[in-house]
């Protein structure tokens, strides 16, 4: 089930589902432990002896505050006459995660009304050896295992501290104590083990027509004595106090380039917020962007999408340091700093804390030694370096990282070539499918050398300066000599080469990666390969359906929804069709062209988000629906570099 309202602080980040769900807990690294493993921490409502768990019984508006990372739901059960609304936040500064209940009676007699937070903790990823017990000192139900602690708490104007509870076990032959909860009573069950769960309960009275409010709370911690700090700053503070404070910074945060729009639409501008916020929760406290934090992604492949991919990272960083936020980039170089390989590359993905990632790329192939990397990773994450250092010129935080990451990776990159082509060395592309020369990583590759060259030349290194752009302009030659396909007059996706080392083999799908040698530099926007090839991607790539949009290549099996590629060659992916409107207004001539050509673009990305403003990987090419993992964190950066790129060619075109 897609993820909707990530809410984080960069070491506690919670999502929900569809219906509003609790559904993944990460702390204190973002996407390395889970501890929920997925499952659902249901919200049920008894009144009047009936009682029903969120979900398809009821209405759910799942929303944010404007420019915050406060959500703003409304939740509705015509049956049992009663509307429930929630503010949920992190807390910007600890690790809490708060909420505001508000419960409103839709009849003309006084009710009373109980709410139940079941909680289906896996700490640390596993139910085996969980403890949950009733805490008389903190008044809280807590959960722990070894070094992570979580405790719930509960407070309206009656009680502060739970009213109900009840600590239980799920496992193969029991369903789990939520079910305990049905009949709006709990057992008052003071500790369990093993496969623990619990449930909490919270009772308000209801007059005709009127509405109650209580708060709910839920710590982390890695000792109890930690539960015992927090539990005293939100009794000190008010947890209402942290909601305030919490909207307050994000919308701070958010808005603190005061920035023209010029002629955009709101859908457009919101959606342009909304992505800095959304990237924020997918950045961990110690510098990685992962990219989604989406838990139900591991049914595909019993592994998930919560790492750190240098690609990704390097362009939210990019993205990030172009909207204004120097210091959220500055802390992802330097996780990158800390990662790069001694060898100068970086290998497939690593994990928020710093290690290494799990990995399906073979260090052997054809029985002889390969290096498993997808080298556009290397080269993005130096073009994305001088990119912000070229933004902010703060040259005492770049000089530590010149010779470990620039030097390093530059001089791997010279290695790692071809040398009678002058192409990158095979490696697996961008979209982790197959093994070759790809037009999108020879763009990154020269994008990398061109950048470690600037840096050079800045630092008075000039004859690195001239091996870097030396390289980058044989490698640049060389991809159209041997990856422009002259007779169908467009850039092969993939090269393979022959036993010669020197002819290749080309591979002319369709692919929207190739716009990547229009956006890294490679090849201008008026070139006649690069026209061609726009004009033969958008006319292959565009879904033909109600829903639109551009599919990532032609025949693309991943999450493949409509067999018939004529019509449908593949789901609309949010990048591939970002990276068309990149074009669209590198190409454009005059702002009318480019509100005309580039506008409905951007704005089709906009219409087609979840309400909250989430952008999933892709998208159903019928319904619309999110595909894949929602959010991914790459589809909001591409908005962010979109929206940037449409403002400065305006303004440009403007100031003529």
């Not at 209940?101 to 009849?107: A, G, K, M």
């Not at 709410?115 to 722990?144: E, M």
């Not at 710590?219 to 700090?229: K, P, Q």
Request: hydrophobic share 40%.
């Amino acid at each position: 089930m897609p993820r909707d309202l990530p809410i984080s602080n960069g070491t506690l980040l919670i999502n929900f589902d569809r219906d509003y769900q609790v559904r993944d807990i990460y702390y204190p690294h973002l996407g390395r432990e889970n501890h929920s493993d997925g499952h659902p921490f249901r919200l049920g409502v008894w009144c009047d002896g009936a009682f029903s768990w969120l979900g398809p019984d009821w209405q759910i508006a799942r929303l944010y505050r404007e420019d915050s990372l406060v959500t703003d739901v409304e939740a509705g059960n015509e049956a049992l006459g009663i509307e429930l609304s929630f503010e949920d936040a992190v807390d910007f500064h600890e690790p809490v995660f708060v909420r505001r209940v508000r419960v409103r009676n839709l009849r003309e007699e006084a009710r009373e009304a109980r709410v139940f937070f079941y909680h289906d903790f896996r700490v640390s990823g596993t139910q085996t050896g969980d403890t949950a017990y009733y805490d008389p000192d903190l008044k809280a139900v807590v959960h722990y295992k070894g070094d992570r602690w979580f405790s719930v708490h509960t407070c309206s104007d009656a009680t502060c501290g739970l009213d109900q509870w009840a600590c239980g076990r799920k496992g193969p032959h029991l369903a789990g104590t939520w079910m305990d909860a049905e009949d709006g009573s709990l057992s008052g069950n003071p500790i369990d083990h093993g496969a623990a769960d619990s449930v909490v309960g919270v009772t308000v009275q209801l007059a005709a027509r009127g509405e109650g409010e209580f708060f709910y709370w839920l710590l982390a911690g890695s000792e109890h004595s930690e539960l015992e700090r927090l539990s005293a700053v939100i009794h000190d503070k008010g947890p209402g106090e942290l909601l305030r404070r919490t909207h307050n910074y994000w919308r701070l945060w958010v808005n603190k380039e005061d920035r023209d729009f010029l002629d955009l639409p709101r859908s457009v501008v919101d959606l342009f917020k909304r992505s800095l916020l959304i990237m924020r929760t997918h950045l961990d406290s110690g510098g990685a962007f992962i990219a989604a934090s989406d838990w139900d992604i591991r049914t595909f492949a019993d592994d998930t999408y919560c790492y750190m991919w240098p690609r990704d990272g390097a362009i939210a960083a990019y993205a990030m340091a172009r909207a204004g936020y120097s210091h959220v980039a500055r802390s992802f170089f330097q996780f990158s700093a800390e990662v790069i390989e001694p060898g100068g590359y970086f290998l497939h993905k690593y994990n928020s804390d710093g290690t290494l990632a799990s990995s399906w790329q073979p260090w052997v192939y054809d029985g002889r030694p390969h290096l498993p990397i997808q080298e556009d990773g290397t080269g993005l994450v130096v073009w994305a370096l001088w990119e912000h250092f070229s933004l902010y010129h703060d040259i005492e935080f770049i000089k530590p990282f010149y010779r470990p990451v620039v030097v390093r990776a530059a001089e791997f990159m010279l290695r790692f070539r071809n040398e009678e082509s002058g192409l990158p060395l095979p490696c697996h592309d961008l979209w982790e499918e197959r093994l070759g020369v790809h037009t999108y990583t020879v763009a990154a590759v020269c994008a990398g050398l061109n950048a470690a060259a600037n840096f050079a030349e800045a630092f008075g290194e000039t004859e690195h300066a001239d091996r870097y752009r030396s390289a980058s302009g044989k490698m640049r030659e060389a991809l159209r000599r041997h990856l422009y396909n002259r007779d169908l007059n467009r850039f092969a996706r993939c090269a393979t080469a022959e036993e010669d080392g020197v002819r290749y083999q080309l591979d002319m799908t369709p692919d929207s990666s190739v716009y990547g040698a229009l956006l890294l530099g490679v090849c201008e926007c008026d070139d006649p390969e690069m026209i061609a090839t726009a004009a033969a991607l958008k006319e292959e790539l565009w879904v033909n359906t109600d829903v639109g949009g551009l599919a990532r290549y032609a025949g693309d099996y991943y999450h493949q929804v409509e067999g018939d590629v004529s019509r449908v060659p593949g789901n609309p992916w949010f990048i591939a069709t970002l990276w068309y409107a990149q074009y669209l207004i590198a190409r454009a001539s005059s702002p009318a062209e480019l509100k005309s050509a580039a506008l409905p673009i951007i704005e089709w990305v906009a219409d087609h988000a979840l309400p909250s403003g989430v952008l999933a990987e892709q998208v159903n090419p019928y319904t619309n629906e999110p595909l894949s993992v929602s959010p991914l964190t790459w589809s909001h950066a591409s908005v962010v570099i979109t929206v940037l790129d449409y403002l400065d060619r305006m303004r440009e075109m403007l100031s003529d």
